[in-house]
Each structure stands twice: as C-alpha cells, then as structure tokens.
C-alpha cells in the first residue's frame, strides 16, 4: 500500500535584518516546486513601509493562509477574514478599478466588522439576511454586499477552505435590488438649452455632449482629442475616466462603437480647442491637469445652476436618459437608438464590435442635435 505524505501547517519565520540603508524583515518559508521538491524561499518587506512586527505579519497573512490552504490545519483554522485577504490581494486587481474601490469600502466598512471572525462552513443564509437588513444603505448596496459574500464562498470552496456544496448565498434574495428607486427626470429641449445657457465653460460643453450624443459622464471625462475625427465627422470612446483614473476599456464593446458627430457639434469643440490651444491630451483637463471629479461638478456647479432655473432633480445620466427620450419622439427606430445609445440588449446579432456608422444613424442623431444646436 502507498501512503501519501501529508504537508504540514507551517507559519514559516520571520526575522528583522540589517541593510546598507536602514533595515528590513525578512520572511523564510517552503514552497513545493514543479519538480514536486520543497524548497527554502525569502521575501524580503521593507523596514520603512513595515515599521512593527504586526504590520508585515498582517501582510503576510493571505500568503501564510495560501501555504497552508492544502493542509488540514490551514483549512480548519481559515475564517472569512483569511478568504477576504486573499480576494483582496489575488481576485480584486482583476477587476475594473471603480469596481474595486466599491468592493473594497464594503468589505472595509461592512463585511469584515461582521464576518472575519466566522469560517466559510458557517456562514448560514438565515443570518446573512438578517445582517443585510441592519445595513443602513439601499437595496442595491445591500445586493452587491450580498453577490460579495457569495462569490467569497465559491472561492472559499475553491480554494479548499471548505467543502465543495451548495453556497447558501443562493438561498438570500434581496428585495427591490432590481427595481429603480431614483425618479428619472428627463428634460425638455427647451430646459437643456436654458441649463446649457447658465452653466460656465466648460461644464456647459460637457452638458452639451452627453445631450447631443448620450454619453456617460465618464466617458465625457475620458475624452482626448485624438478621439474627435472633425474630418470625418465621428467621435470614438477609446477610454473613460472614472474613480480619479483612466481606463482603457468602456463598459462593454457595444460601448466604444463610433458616434456621428454633427458639423454643429464639430464646431463648438473645434472652437473650445483653438481657445484652449492644445491639441493633444484631455479636452476637458482640470487645474491639475486631470479630468474634473464628475460629483464635485455635479454639486457644486450643474445642482445649483439647474435649482436656479426651477430644473430638480438632476443627476449626470438625466441627460442620457433624455437623449433617449428625444431619439424616440423623432420617431427614432428601436434598432438606430440602440446603435446610437450603444446598448446590448436588443439582439445580439447587431451588438458587433465596430460596426461602421449608417446614413440612418447620423440622420436620427441629426435630428436631436438640430434641436439642442
């Protein structure tokens, strides 16, 4: 009869050592190699960054808990909190970066508190639902907190924590997380073209854009003036910018296809780029060279201008939901609005990743841009 050697726990040894410049700690521990042979490893923390034993065993707490997640002491002693730490430091760099800020403040603000202290096998739908009910924030919220705790379970699973079963998360709904809350309040022309009048350069040219084409906020931010061909008259969305970072990729392919970009248009940007006499980087750059914060201008700039004109409530996809509305009552097709909306949810033979313009499409955006120009 064979027998398998089992791997042993190991914490692995952790020492402070002198350098040329300063010191260091240094780590010490075994990995198995592709040739199935263990071997001695040293990773080395920076004193600096590091200044208490405390901070780099905390540090190093995901890696401990990856040695061991094959080991029976390692499995058995992990809790929510070692599966949180090793989804921060291995699952969250993968995901969109205004994705991983929201992740990380729910975990940071509410999971951790609650669940750190609870290994993966206990976590009971029961008392799942009844926490989301204590957490003072909306139904949506509530459903991402809850998504985050599932997909820690199939990780924990994965990742041999616990056994591989059901995830009870299944089993938690959360009520009205599909359901819109917000009143939408979609403009009249006549109402954009007041509110355009009475905001400053050069939020009243970002306004502008997200009327005449639909665009996200953070598409608007992302825009450079390598992405305006006036020749041709066609803009594309090469990347946002969201979350105080620029992203290379929209929300989905049906995102970055090409839009029209009406003569009229064409000259109102052509005019703000000879007046701002930079022909390269953001067109719509702050004092630090960066785009704007889309909630700061929100607050303290489009909120006042839109109370003053009696315009309430507004927020920044009011205007994508009005340009819709507009497309609409020009006796727009639902398959050119969804072209020009760029949305992926009519059929998903035409959601083609860069698909030319037609006469069509910039006919009907021709019509709305018309009326706000």
């Keep these: 009869m064979q027998y398998t050697k089992r791997k042993r726990y190991q914490e692995g040894s952790l020492k402070r050592v002198p350098r040329a410049h300063g010191w260091a700690w240094e780590y010490r521990y075994y990995a198995t190699g592709e040739d199935g042979a263990r071997k001695l490893r040293v990773q080395t923390f920076s004193g600096a960054q590091y200044p208490k034993e405390l901070d780099v065993r905390k540090a190093l707490a995901p890696m401990i808990a990856q ?45 951790r508190p609650r669940w750190k202290k609870v290994r993966p ?103 450079k003036w390598e992405d305006f061909n006036t020749d041709n008259h066609i803009l594309t969305i090469n990347q946002i910018y969201t979350h105080g970072k620029e992203q290379p990729r929209p929300k989905t392919e049906a995102s970055e296809a090409e839009l029209p970009l009406h003569p009229l248009l064409s000259d109102v940007i052509t005019r703000w780029k000879e007046k701002r006499q930079i022909n390269e980087g953001w067109v719509f750059p702050g004092k630090r060279g960066t785009p704007y914060s889309d909630a700061t201008l929100l607050a303290k700039v489009i909120k006042p201008a839109a109370k003053r004109l009696g315009i309430v409530p507004i927020g920044w996809h009011t205007f994508r939901h009005s340009y819709r509305t507009w497309l609409s009552s020009q006796q727009i097709d639902p398959a050119r609005t969804k072209d020009l909306m760029r949305h992926a949810d009519i059929a998903t033979t035409m959601n083609v990743y860069g698909h030319s313009l037609t006469d069509e499409m910039r006919e009907a955006n021709a019509l709305v841009v018309k009326q706000l120009l």
């Design 67 to 111: 040695l061991n997640s094959d080991t029976a002491a390692g499995q058995l002693s992990a809790t929510m909190g070692t599966v949180m730490d090793k989804y921060l430091s291995q699952e969250l760099p993968k995901l969109r970066h205004s994705t991983q800020c929201t992740n990380r403040s729910l975990i940071d603000l509410h999971i």
């Design 121 to 223: 096998s206990n976590v009971e739908a029961g008392d799942v639902v009844e926490w989301l009910e204590t957490l003072k924030m909306g139904a949506a919220s509530r459903a991402r907190a809850r998504n985050l705790i599932s997909r820690m379970l199939d990780l924990a699973m994965l990742w041999k924590y616990m056994p591989v079963g059901r995830n009870p998360m299944q089993l938690v709904k959360v009520a009205g997380s599909t359901k819109r809350t917000k009143k939408i309040n979609v403009l009249t022309a006549s109402q954009f073209k007041t509110l355009v009048e009475e905001l400053p350069e050069p939020v009243n040219l970002m306004v502008l854009l997200c009327g005449c084409l639909g665009l996200r906020v953070s598409e608007v931010l992302g825009l």
